[in-house]
């Protein structure tokens, strides 16, 4: 069973920043696609940001120009750079990590990191 652990989340002003990062007990090294996915309280879980293999990037709207996906594959590790925070950024961010590839792939889901921006 593969574990995905996250952390970084934490209750930071507006405009502040924050870094998420997953470590996996699994090599990131052959994955199909990483990301970072969030639920804000009565909301549906939406992507934030992915990674897929062959260097594609998608970034949710709202978080273009503020928010950056990075990976460290020696530490099998996959980052979140937060920056300039926003109150609607509240919410729980979720790691996910797709092994194989895109017809066929096992995908994990880490616990969840509370991210809150407030005043």
């Known amino acids: 069973q593969v574990q995905l652990v996250e952390s970084g989340g934490g209750l930071v002003q507006p405009g502040g920043s924050l870094r998420l990062s997953c470590v996996a007990s699994r090599s990131i090294f052959r994955t199909y696609a990483m990301g970072w996915y969030r639920q804000a309280p009565g909301k549906q879980r939406e992507l934030v940001v992915e990674?897929?293999?062959?260097?594609?990037?998608n970034y949710a709207d709202s978080v273009k120009g503020r928010f950056t996906i990075s990976r460290d594959n020696a530490k099998n590790t996959v980052l979140l750079q937060m920056n300039r925070l926003k109150p609607e950024d509240t919410a729980v961010y979720y790691c996910?990590?797709?092994?194989?590839?895109?017809?066929?792939?096992?995908?994990?889901w880490g616990q969840g990191t509370q991210v809150t921006v407030s005043s």
């Open positions: 996910n990590v797709k092994w194989g590839s895109s017809w066929s792939y096992e995908e994990y």
């Open positions: 990674t897929i293999s062959g260097g594609t990037i």
